[in-house]
Nanobody, 122 residues
Framework: QVQLVESGGGLVQAGGSLRLSCAAS????????MGWFRQAPGKEREFVAA????????EYADSVKGRFTISRDNAKNTVYLQMNSLKPEDTAVYYC???????????????WGQGTQVTVSS
């Protein structure tokens, strides 16, 4: 089992920045690829970013490329999502997930956090 706890969400104005953190406990964190997903009201959960267990191969949704950066610190069992130039359409609950592959496919992720709310005002 892996337990994931997200933090760092909040309310920010358009153009601002937030840094989300996801702290993992349980099984060896460095064995897992990590991903961030988000779900806006009335919409399905969608892929945001993913990073391999070594942190060398980040992937991003087209909608966040150039604005968001995923990183991980295996010594701290934590994955981060730095979000810059935020837009109102980034408003969603953000979830981190741990799994076998760093992809945009939700089925590759076994463990999920409870989510943290990000609200971007215009």
């Amino acid at each position: 089992q892996v337990q994931l706890v997200e933090s760092g969400g909040g309310l920010v104005q358009a153009g601002g920045s937030l840094r989300l953190s996801c702290a993992a406990s349980g099984r060896t964190f460095s064995n897992y690829a990590m991903g961030w997903f988000r779900q806006a009201p009335g919409k399905e959960r969608e892929f945001v970013a993913a990073i391999s267990w070594l942190g060398r191969i980040p992937e991003y949704a087209d909608s966040v490329k150039g604005r968001f950066t995923i990183s991980r610190d295996n010594a701290k069992n934590t994955v981060y999502l730095q979000m810059n130039s935020l837009k109102p359409e980034d408003t969603a609950v953000y979830y981190c997930a741990a799994g076998s592959r760093a992809t945009n496919y939700q089925g590759h992720y076994e463990y999920w956090g409870q989510g943290t709310q990000v609200t971007v005002s215009s």
